[in-house]
């Protein structure tokens, strides 16, 4: 296993360490129980977004958290849930009077310690809501989500509804737009190396020299298929055929694209699936209006790739364009 | 090899297409010869800035063009420098009266080609000054230097001349605060793994299961040594060890430290990395003002990283804060 690292149980607390170091004017770091606030919090009168799941996905969600995308993020160990307990003190943390709402990933451990720090905090007296993402169209079920597993659309999510909060939009007008982002959305993801767990040591799957996972999930569950490796053209054709046709997007739709590395891919070759992505959408008459391209939703040193598209409108897209200011994504501010 | 790509000999020409097709706010490409300029160029009465180099370094030098930083881009074949022609046309599609300054990184290609390119321009009556960038404290020479390589500052030294252009100070201005980035700027990086050339088919190099290179060029070019691989707090002090102490960089100095991903390594990774030179320098009583966390400069998928340190007076703070706007690196704008 080569990593810079240092001892593997301690990686998260280290990464935890570098990030409030680097960031102490956007976000605060807390420690036993591990969660991360934004520097201001909590914001009077804001609807809070709290999220969190395993830890391997940086910059999601610690890196989103601070001006115009989330109060909170609850970092687990890596590939593993975040608990109840710190999800609660850090809904605790950002509540500013508003209500809190929790973005969660459809993983059966997420949304077992949501629903229950939800209910803790509600105990405590604080308005809380969810919305569970579930954009994956590789798998039905898997191994560790009965249905959709929740991937992509989560960054867009936060983004958007991290506006929608900082507009001052009230806690059910929050949640509506989350949930109609997550519907609007759909992604999937394939791999051409695995990842390697730390505290694992080893490979989480084995893949062959000349072999990819279509259909991968972030954690390095098995997708779809396992085939001979293929041009960019030929992934990107598999990958976005797949979501087109989920939704389904049609001729005339305007989207917002994200072509997502999976850790390990370098940014040259993710411009050459956006590429192919554009041609590809060119040739179903669906107009990319906006997009984001680089690792935001990492597995790890996974090399690979995801593709997601949120149909817009003009509500979203106003969103979308909202300043934001946060270590993983800025503009406007 | 597995690469998201087509032909391996085409991987410059798609990822410009992908460049073009996301981006087209924020640059034009042009084709043949290939070079990026900012959508807006030429702006009358801003000195320009026109870097270039090698491909497989994204998002430098094509990912920085864009309203305060880099007014053009020349790419060249992987891992090779462009043609004067490509530089030359770059340098005359910017030029807004205001004199050009072209941003060159140390190797021997790359100098000798915009020297060309700057006489070239000259004779054309553009006023043209270079800088050189030469901060890897690994070699003195090698494989493509004579002298230091280019390396981390380039990417620190685009964004701070770019700003000092954009508040429209004049060519010897600029200049002479590139001069000042560069002198007061110093960088060291390592490899755990080598990188994959596409047209080349195999790696660069080869490196034992539990072996790092200490010191290596963006090229996968040798650097200082070999040897077994290391906690991250070991890999820091020696690349943080070499830079500090080859300025010197003194107690009470303030520094804006860059730590940069080679393409294959992780954002939680570079944290951690952060984290230990963090300390480190708390140790040698210098404190990081600023800082840069990601990968801007890199390798291919090579997996590694590098550190770079620059020197800060209130000039250049100032000019690193102002606003930028550029498919790679934006705030504020």
């Not at 990686?11 to 935890?16: C, R, S």
Request: with cysteine.
């Amino acid at each position: 296993m080569k990593k810079l690292i240092n001892n593997p149980e301690n990686v998260v607390v280290e990464e935890l360490q570098g990030i409030a170091a680097a960031h102490p004017d956007l976000v605060k770091v807390h420690f036993d129980p591990n969660y991360i606030v934004r520097a201001d919090a909590p914001v009077k009168g804001k609807v809070a977004l709290v999220s969190g799941g395993g830890s391997g996905h940086e910059p999601m969600h610690g890196g989103f958290v601070g001006m115009g995308m989330l109060d909170a993020a609850a970092p687990g160990a890596v590939f593993t849930s975040p608990t109840p307990d710190q999800m609660l003190e850090a809904t605790k943390a950002v509540n500013g009077g508003a209500g809190v709402l929790h973005i969660v990933k459809n993983y059966t451990g997420d949304v077992m310690n949501f629903e229950m720090a939800a209910e803790l905090a509600r105990g405590e007296g604080i308005e809380v809501e969810s919305v569970v993402t579930n954009d994956d169209v590789a798998v039905k079920d898997s191994l560790y989500t009965a249905g959709r597993r929740g991937v992509g659309i989560t960054v867009i999510l936060e983004k958007i509804a991290g506006a929608a909060a900082e507009a001052k939009h009230s806690l059910a007008e929050v949640k509506a737009i989350a949930e109609k982002v997550n519907g609007q959305g759909r992604s999937m993801g394939m791999a051409l190396t695995s990842c390697t767990v730390p505290h694992a040591g080893k490979p989480t799957f084995e893949l062959g020299e000349d072999e990819m996972e279509i259909g991968i999930g972030i954690h390095g569950e098995p997708g779809r298929t396992r085939m001979k490796i293929a041009p960019a053209h030929d992934i990107v054709e598999m990958l976005a055929t797949a979501v087109v046709d989920d939704l389904p997007y049609k001729s005339g739709d305007e989207v917002l694209a994200f072509v997502n590395g999976m850790g390990g891919t370098p940014l040259i070759e993710l411009y050459i699936v956006y590429n192919e992505l554009n041609n590809f959408l060119k040739g179903r008459g669906i107009k990319i209006a906006r997009n984001l391209i680089g690792s935001y939703i990492t597995s790890l040193e996974m090399a690979g790739c995801s593709i997601t598209l949120l149909k817009l409108d003009d509500q979203l897209t106003k969103l979308w364009d909202a300043p934001v200011k946060t270590p993983g994504l800025r503009w406007g501010a």
